[in-house]
């Protein structure tokens, strides 16, 4: 089996969107808003090369965002002037998994830690491929649309849903959980906050557990110090989750691996479990490199 950490783009944004102030989300949101300071933040996905098939979770960004036209145009003024996106077409996950081997034609499952702008934007990739999504986040994002923080009117419509219940199969502190894999060593536990529907994929191997987090937190940075995005829907959800992971993490050694963190690929290639890592990654760290970077872990 092969694990990969796709960089699809660095992504600017306010630096109270990461770290934000206020005790309700539009509070946070209006933080952020208002703030003049920016911090880059990248933007990655995972790919596991699982003997039952190949596995993504979240799709990146696509260029298509430099397009004014991907953006409802009441909303333009936001999306300009809020965020920053450093990604070309062929730093799309499609084109890296492609120069690394792997064709989104074999891809089985895509699974969707949540649907937010940049883990669904490179969606329409994917249209061969079984897309994992839970309940309330297929609800939500059909519901709200573009107030969800997502375009799903740019997604294709060949593209197969697979909507998902959780069933009450515990996983450690998560009551309930989603076999993925036959063999059971890879599984999708709710991580509800940051979204309602947000989930987590976690995949167990020799006594190490690998947990996709998403945005469940931006980075470790976040876990640890209790730092909330501007754009989490349930402060007090996304609390109670981190805990939960926290905790599982206290049980079996788990690599914990977000989306935005600039250490990820890091941590995925040389396997640091959550309590060894001393090294928290210094926000006011740039990297000077392109947009991509993609990091191995063959296990
Ligand atoms: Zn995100």
Redesign the pocket.
């Known amino acids: 089996m092969r694990i990969h950490a796709f960089r699809t783009a660095l992504m600017s944004i306010k630096r109270n969107y990461h770290s934000a102030k206020g005790t309700n989300r539009l509070m946070r949101l209006n933080s952020s808003l208002l703030d003049t300071k920016w911090i880059q933040v990248p ?1 990655f996905t995972w790919v596991i090369e699982h003997p039952e098939g190949v596995i993504v979770i979240d799709t990146g960004e696509t260029a298509n965002v430099h397009n004014p036209s991907h953006f409802p145009a009441y909303q333009l003024p936001y999306w300009e002037t809020q965020y920053r996106f450093m990604i070309e077409p062929q730093d799309e996950l499609g084109a890296q998994m492609q120069r690394a081997g792997i064709p989104v034609q074999d891809v089985r499952w895509v699974v969707l830690t949540h649907t ?1 702008f ?2 669904t934007d490179g969606i329409n990739q994917f249209e061969n491929s079984e897309i994992v999504i839970s309940r309330k986040e297929h609800d939500d994002v059909y519901r709200y649309r573009s107030l969800h923080f997502a375009f799903p009117a740019n997604w294709s419509k060949r593209l197969k849903m697979n909507i998902i219940d959780y069933v009450p199969e515990a996983m450690g502190p998560f009551s309930e959980s989603y076999p993925l894999t036959k063999s059971g060593d890879v599984r999708i536990v709710p991580t509800p906050g940051h979204t309602l529907g947000h989930q987590s994929v976690v995949l167990q191997n020799e006594g190490l557990s690998y947990f996709f987090a ?2 469940a937190s ?1 980075d470790l940075l976040s876990l640890m110090n209790n730092i909330i995005d501007a754009p989490a829907f349930d402060a007090d959800k996304t609390r109670k989750t981190r805990q939960k992971i926290l905790d599982f993490a206290l049980d079996t050694p788990t690599v914990y691996l977000t ?2 963190d600039l250490e990820t690929g890091r941590r995925l290639e040389q396997r640091i479990p959550l309590y060894e890592d001393k090294h928290f990654p210094n926000r006011k760290q740039q990297p000077k490199e392109r947009a991509t970077r993609v990091y191995h872990r063959s296990i």
């Open positions: 933007v937010h940049d883990h998403g945005d931006f989306t935005h």
